[in-house]
Structure formats: C-alpha cells, structure tokens
C-alpha cells in the first residue's frame, strides 16, 4: 500500500484520492446511468469494426443470485500492448470526438461505487492474448474514507486494481470486451432489476424502433438521410432483444388512449445550417402521456443516445408539463454541439445556445399555446356540461324531492355561484330554482305519503341516505349509487321514481 506522503512540503501538482471518487459514482444521479456509459463504449467499439459487422450486438446479462451483471460486445476489443494504458489511465482517451460518443476516457469508472469488484476483459482480432483488469472496488471506498490514507489518484489506482494477461485458446478472430460487476451492494440495486434496465435501455440507448411501431421505418430513413451520427445496435437484456418503446397506441393519464395516425417532422436551424432534426406524432393534445409507457415527452439525442432525461426539454414549454403531451425525438445534427460529461446537456458554445433558441421558437412556444387553447376549449366544454348537469339535478329535486341536506345544499351554492358568463335568462331561471329548493321536502317524505314506513325506518333510510352523499368524495359517483337506492326504495313502496338524480 501507498504510503502517505507530505504533499504539505511539495511544489509537485498532485490529484488527490477524491478525484476517483468524483469522477465515478459523483458523475451520476443514479446507478443506471453507468450502463448508458458502458453501451456507449461498446457501440464505438462496434463501429470500429471494419466493413459491416451484422452480427455485432451488446449483451446485458444480469444474475440476481450471484448478484451480477456483465456487459459484453463483440466490437474492436482493446489491443494487448494497449489494453493496460487504456483500461487504468483517466482522461486519456485516443477516441476522436467528432466520430464517437465517449472520448473523455472516464465512462468505464461508472461502476466502480455500485459493486465490490469491477472487471475488464478484453480481446483484439487476430490476437491470442486476453487481457484482465480487475478493480477492488470496496477496497477503493474504505480507502477513500479513511482520512489518515492521504494519497494521490495515481497510487490509489495502483493500490486497488490488478492487470493481467493470459493465452486466448479460442480463435485468434475472435475480439470482444466485457465489462463484470461483481458482488452488488444494496438490497434495492437497480442494477440487478431487470424490468427497469429494460425500460431504461429502452428510453436511453441506441436501439432501433419495435417492428410494431408502424412510423419507424419511415422516422428510420429520414434520420438516417439527415442525421449523420444516427445508427442503432442489436442490444439485449438477458436474451430479450431491447426497442425503444414507442408503439401506434398512446396511453393517456386519464386511462384514455388514442393512435398515433401520422408523425410531423421539423428542423431547427442556426446559423451555421440545421442544428437538430426531429419527428413529432400527431396527437390531439387531449392530456398528458401516461408515465406507464415511457413514451411521454419530447427527447433529445445524440448519436442515438439519449442526452439528460425526458423531463430535459421540458423547461422551454411555457409550462414544464406541456412537454409530457408530446412523444417524438430531436436528434443533434450538429458536430460542433458536444455533450458534457455527465451527459445531461451540451458544453457552451454559440450552437447550443441557436440550437435551445430554435427550440423554443419553433417548438416550445407555438406548442404551448396550442395546448393551452385546447385545454381552454375543453374548459368552457365542461363547465357547459357541468352546468347543464347542475340544472338536471335541480329539477328533479324540486319534483321528487331531495335526498340529503348536503346534496340540496351543495346544489344551491352552484346555482348561486353561476358567473357573469351566464345570460340574464339563465340566471333568472337559476334563482327561480333557489327559491323552489329551499321548499323542497324530502324524498322520503314525499314517497311515504301513505304511510308505509313507520318514523323510525324514515329516520334510518334518511340517515343512510345522508352518509352516502356525504363520504362520497366523488359527487357524480354519490349521485350514482342514490340513484340505485332510489330505485330500491321505489321498488319496496310501489312507486316509480327516476334511477338517476
């Protein structure tokens, strides 16, 4: 082990052990995010190969028993008389950044704080050399915390890590690299939690569209036409081949649902030419997607992959949820927008800010206020209903009588409460019908004119009748259910009375 050193007394530069920690499990919100950082590596891989490699594909494979989870690709494989410098320098990257999406050399440390052991094997084509670089990862945490451990990340890599090479007896064609997170920490790991990698896959890495969703072939040949980082991959999650999630059948939050009949697309332009190219489906705007189908909200990509999260175009709507009425994809066109390194947004540069300006003024604000005239509509659409609805109620109390003092009462302050909106007549009738209210007498009363309930059963059905309407949060539903206890009543007396109040 290191020993510690005076760092006090020195003038030497030096990169304390914190900075592993920082440029780890610190670049991330949350565990999955490292899968999106080792997808990205095994699909630069993957485009290194030469010619066209149709069986290329990335293999997510999870093993909740031994608490697992490996990453494999067929992709270049790392040289061996370069697999150590690569696998155990930071920031060092030979990657070109105009060509492939990870190039700061630091997407391989984002597992290092979610498992006791992070592994890397490796293997180039025409080569009979595997090469292991394995990460004590719990002994990295203990030595990060303990404070009388004063290192620098040089050394710490070395007191944690092992790099070792072997003879390959498969075939010398064979090139692959893998990366192993072992032994798991945490009960809730979501890196052990299949249905969610495959959601998050799904949202999040370069995958083709489900050969269900029928717009896909078509948004396929446009992006591919227009966008020249646009390529998916073959990825799986334990055997189950992995597609975005989009399908012709969008689920709303109010249980509703509607089909996706045509896609829209657009470009949003700076000075330099186009900036992102996009498609849009072409809904009614009826509400907001529901959150089950991973569908709702505009995304933004590039290379494919997704940059921040659903919610990252949503604070240039002129309300964040209008973003979750949409579904569709902006991918960046632009080589001169670089992502950041926790990839949620783009380094500064003058095309970022053309770029989110564009947005805004072709998307964003025109949008918005479609959405929000829409929602008006359906607003003045409703009160009308609600009102006509209201005067229903009202009449057939007056006629039949009322079924509790909370009901009547509750009926008489809408009546009251009718706005300005309203025409003179309409509120003429609405005062008319206040007046014939507070006379009206109860509907027991009035159907045990004859007397076939004794006072005390009146008393109790009134009771029963009282509770209803008043646990009931829902009115339309308290109406619902009395309306089925007018109808027993009816029934037991012989009178006939309307089912619905």
Same mark, same amino acid.
């Given at each position: ?263 829209? #697309?657009?470009?949003?332009?700076? %000075?330099? !030419? &186009?900036?992102?190219?996009?498609? *849009?489906?072409? +809904? $009614? ?70 770029? #989110?300006?564009?947005?805004?003024? %072709?998307? !964003? &604000?025109?949008?918005?206020?479609? *959405?929000?005239? +829409? $929602? ?88 029963? +009748? ?36």
């Amino acid at each position: 082990m290191s020993r510690p050193e005076n760092h006090k007394d020195s003038n030497k530069l030096i990169f304390g052990k914190y900075a592993l920690d920082s440029l780890s499990a610190g670049m991330y919100s949350h565990s999955l995010m490292s899968l999106r950082e080792y997808i990205q590596n095994s699909a630069d891989a993957i485009d290194d190969l030469p010619g066209k490699f149709v069986n290329a594909s990335i293999n997510i494979t999870v093993d909740g028993r031994k608490r697992s989870l490996i990453i494999n690709d067929n992709g270049t494989g790392i040289p061996s008389d370069k697999a150590k410098s690569t696998l155990l320098n930071i920031g060092c990257s030979e990657k070109d950044p105009d060509r492939n999406r990870g190039f700061r050399g630091i997407g391989r440390l984002g597992g290092l704080g979610y498992c006791d052991e992070l592994r890397f094997v490796t293997k180039s084509r025409g080569e009979d050399i595997v090469s292991h670089c394995v990460w004590d990862c719990r002994k990295l945490r203990q030595l990060i915390a303990d404070r009388s451990y004063l290192t620098d990340t040089a050394s710490l890599i070395k007191d944690t890590t092992t790099f070792k090479q072997q003879k390959y007896y498969g075939s010398a064609d064979e090139h692959f690299f893998a990366v192993e997170m072992n032994d798991m920490h945490g009960d809730r790991n979501e890196l052990l939690n299949v249905p969610a990698i495959r959601s998050y896959v799904a949202q999040v890495a370069p995958v083709p569209f489900h050969p269900d969703f029928s717009h896909g072939a078509i948004i396929d040949r446009e992006l591919l036409d227009r966008v020249k980082s646009y390529k998916s991959y073959r990825i799986f999650v334990n055997d189950e081949r992995i597609y975005k999630p989009y399908r012709n059948i969008v689920g709303l939050s109010k249980e509703n649902s509607e089909s996706v009949t045509k896609v829209n #697309y657009l470009e949003l332009r700076g %000075e330099s !030419g &186009i900036l992102g190219f996009g498609w *849009i489906g072409d +809904l $009614s705007l009826q509400g907001t997607v529901s959150t089950l189908s991973d569908m709702e909200g505009l995304r933004l990509r590039y290379g494919n992959i997704l940059i921040g999260n659903k919610e990252t175009l949503s604070g240039y709507f002129k309300e964040k949820r209008f973003n979750n009425y949409l579904i569709g994809e902006i991918h960046i066109c632009s080589n001169v927008m670089i992502p950041n390194s926790r990839r949620d947004d783009f380094e500064d540069c003058k095309e970022k800010d053309e770029f #989110y300006s564009a947005f805004l003024r %072709e998307i !964003g &604000i025109p949008l918005s206020r479609k *959405i929000r005239y +829409l $929602s008006g509509e359906r607003s003045k659409a409703n009160v009308s209903s609600n009102q006509e609805r209201l005067f229903e109620n009202a009449y057939t109390i007056v006629k039949y009588g009322y079924v509790s003092k909370l009901q009547r009462e509750h009926i008489i302050k809408n009546l009251s409460a009718l706005n300005g909106n309203c025409s003179s007549a309409v509120k003429q009738q609405a005062a008319k019908l206040i007046c014939q209210l507070m006379n009206s007498e109860h509907v027991l009363s009035v159907l045990n004119n004859q007397d076939f309930l004794k006072d005390d059963a009146l008393a109790l059905l009134n009771r029963i +009748l009282e509770i209803v309407y008043s646990e009931t949060s829902n009115k339309s539903e308290a109406d619902r259910i009395i309306g089925g206890l007018y109808e027993i009543i009816s029934q037991q007396i012989g009178d006939t009375m309307p089912s619905e109040v």
